[in-house]
């Protein structure tokens, strides 16, 4: 199984400053097909998961563009470029290349 | 806009039985992946099984082998989770799940195992 590795686990953040979360794969996520399905998750307390960004970097429609996803092969980041209230909440990278789809373990983003 | 709502969810004691149920809309049902993920209380997320667009295979996630199945109606764009044999450990909310790299998600339904 691919073990998926977030660091922090939790990142206490300053309103308007940028935040960044590191999520590593004990594998490679290029798929045969040549695409890496790496996505990454927000998790508003009291909710359901909601999609930010599929295969590495593309943000779903309605996603603000403060949000960006970057990395290749093992290592991904999801930055935000300008914290804003309502981005707390706890954040997941997936990875969907092989099964069994595994999950990091989550990073809680706080406002200080 | 695409709408996936679960149903089915309750109260059950280990070793009974539950089905759940995913009403989708809003996409391409018959064409897409879909996935149960389920996180217990206060934890991370957990994927539990996968079935492809033509519905003849489901991929699950070890703990839940040879006691869940997954399965689809594609007419009535409906997703289920047949859950046996239920142990405490299964308790959790389960997620109806567009695709397999969480393209989109319902709101959930509690499953409590429990005596």
């Known amino acids: 199984d691919i073990v998926m590795t977030q660091t922090p686990l939790s990142s206490p953040v300053t309103l308007g400053q940028p935040a960044s979360i590191s999520c590593r794969s004990s594998?490679?996520?290029?798929?045969?097909?040549?695409?890496?399905?790496l996505s990454w998750l927000q998790q508003r307390p009291g909710q359901p998961p909601r999609p930010l960004i599929y295969k590495i970097s593309n943000r779903f429609s309605g996603v603000p563009d403060r949000f960006s996803g970057g990395g290749a092969g093992t290592d991904f980041t999801l930055k935000i470029s300008r914290v804003e209230p309502e981005d707390v909440g706890v954040y997941y990278c997936m990875q969907a290349t092989q099964f069994p789809v595994t999950f990091g373990q989550g990073t809680k983003l706080e406002i200080k | 806009e695409v709408q996936l709502v679960e149903s089915g969810g309750g109260l059950v004691q280990p070793g009974e039985s539950l089905r759940l149920s995913c009403a989708a809309s809003g996409f391409t049902f018959s064409t897409s992946w879909m996935t149960w993920v389920r996180q217990a209380p206060g934890k991370g997320l957990e994927w539990v099984a996968s079935?492809?667009?033509?519905?003849?295979?489901?991929n699950y996630v070890d703990s839940v082998k040879g006691r869940f199945t997954i399965s689809r109606d594609n007419a009535k764009e409906s997703l289920c989770l047949q859950m046996n044999s239920l142990r405490v450990e299964d308790t959790a909310v389960y997620y109806c799940?567009?695709?397999?790299?969480?393209?989109?998600w319902g709101q959930g339904a509690l499953v409590t195992v429990s005596s």
């Open positions: 594998q490679s996520l290029v798929h045969s097909d040549g695409n890496t399905y």
């Open positions: 799940v567009r695709g397999t790299g969480g393209l989109a």
């Open positions: 079935i492809k667009d033509e519905g003849d295979k489901g």
